[in-house]
């Protein structure tokens, strides 16, 4: 492989490396707050999951993946693979 071309493939793979650490980073955060949520769910005997309001989010977010020139149906995927998680998170707070 010319040095050229490998230089400029480690480049990119470093930023793909970086944005990587990024999302992991944000994905932390997301579910510190959405622990939060399920605590006060689980409080006030509200239920894990809120089919309204994951409905909005997902047209929310298709709607983002268009204007970023990003598959909305990936991203719907990645969200609901999220919220999935959210939900049985919520389930084993009210639970303990």
């Given at each position: 492989m010319d040095d050229d071309i490998r230089a400029e493939l480690e480049e990119i793979?470093?930023?793909i490396d970086n944005i990587d650490a990024a999302l992991v980073h944000?994905?932390?955060e997301r579910f510190k707050?959405?622990?939060r949520v399920g605590k006060l769910k689980a409080e006030h005997h509200l239920p894990p999951a809120d089919p309204d309001r994951e409905a909005r989010q997902?047209?929310?977010l298709r709607a983002k993946a268009e204007e970023a020139d990003l598959d909305p149906a990936f991203a719907e995927k990645f969200l609901t693979f999220i919220i999935d998680e959210v939900i049985h998170h919520h389930e084993a707070i009210a639970r303990d």
């Open positions: 793979r470093a930023s944000l994905l932390a707050c959405t622990k997902i047209a929310r």
